[in-house]
């Protein structure tokens, strides 16, 4: 069966730092990959996503994720972090073909101080 | 443009009660998905819609939830005799199609507090 791991449910780094929240998947061939931001009181938004070809995502709010075939990976990256990025974090995978469903890991909670 | 809703934003009832929960998609989305986030997890899968029909309804957790589109555009999630495990927000998501990869959008959801 398809899962996706964070491992980290819990960072604080201070404003201005650099980022990177891990995930792992597994699942029987490349799937699509997907980073989810969720705010208190908000729905969930959509930083970034790969389907195929260029291993290096960019997406919105100064994020970048990166595929790694080898290691099952899709961790996120930021080079400086803002106090407006605490929030928490989820990333996905979707399955390839019809089946649109996301599967979602714990999530990682992003704490910024200053 | 709008984007999708989701009423009420929260519903307290009582254990053995019967629910209701609305969503409401992008227009011209023909995809819609049910997902359940409890407190510290992620969200779960529990059904999707392509047009009125449920293309997969394998993620609802017993027959007391059951999902209903009959126009193709809203939906409603019915849960019958709550019980205090059901306690979660609800998450209404809707996509342009059914093919895996396209971008679901999200509504805020729907706190259920079950007494």
């Known amino acids: 069966a398809q899962s996706v791991t964070q491992p980290d449910i819990h960072i604080t780094v201070s404003e201005g730092a650099s980022l990177e929240l891990r995930c792992n998947y597994s699942?029987?061939?490349?799937?699509?990959l997907f980073w989810y931001v969720q705010s208190p009181g908000q729905g969930l938004q959509l930083l970034l996503k790969?389907?195929?070809?260029?291993?290096l995502v960019q997406g919105i709010k100064g994020f970048e994720a990166e595929f790694k075939r080898s290691q099952s990976s899709f961790n996120l990256r930021k080079p400086s972090v803002h106090w407006s990025d605490a929030a928490e974090y989820f990333c996905?995978?979707?399955?390839?073909?019809?089946?649109?469903?996301?599967?979602f890991g714990k999530g990682t909670k992003l704490s910024v101080k200053p | 443009g709008a984007g999708v809703s989701q009423t009420p934003s929260n519903k307290v009832t009582e254990k053995g009660k019967y629910v209701e929960l609305r969503c409401d998609p992008i227009?011209?989305?023909?995809?819609l998905y049910w997902y359940r986030q409890s407190l510290g997890q992620g969200p779960e899968f529990l059904i999707y819609?392509?047009?009125?029909?449920?293309?997969?309804d394998s993620g609802l957790p017993n027959d007391r939830f059951f999902a209903v589109r009959p126009e193709g555009s809203v939906s409603t999630l019915k849960i019958q005799r709550t019980e205090r495990g059901d306690s979660a927000v609800y998450l209404c998501?809707?996509?342009?199609?059914?093919?895996?990869?396209?971008?679901?959008?999200f509504g805020p959801g729907t706190r259920l507090t079950v007494l």
């Open positions: 998501a809707s996509s342009l199609t059914l093919a895996g990869g396209r971008e679901q959008f």
């Open positions: 699942y029987g061939a490349t799937p699509y």
């Open positions: 790969y389907f195929s070809g260029d291993t």
């Open positions: 996905a995978v979707g399955r390839r073909g019809s089946q649109g469903n996301l599967i």
């Open positions: 227009s011209g989305h023909t995809a």
């Open positions: 819609f392509q047009g009125t029909g449920a293309a997969d």
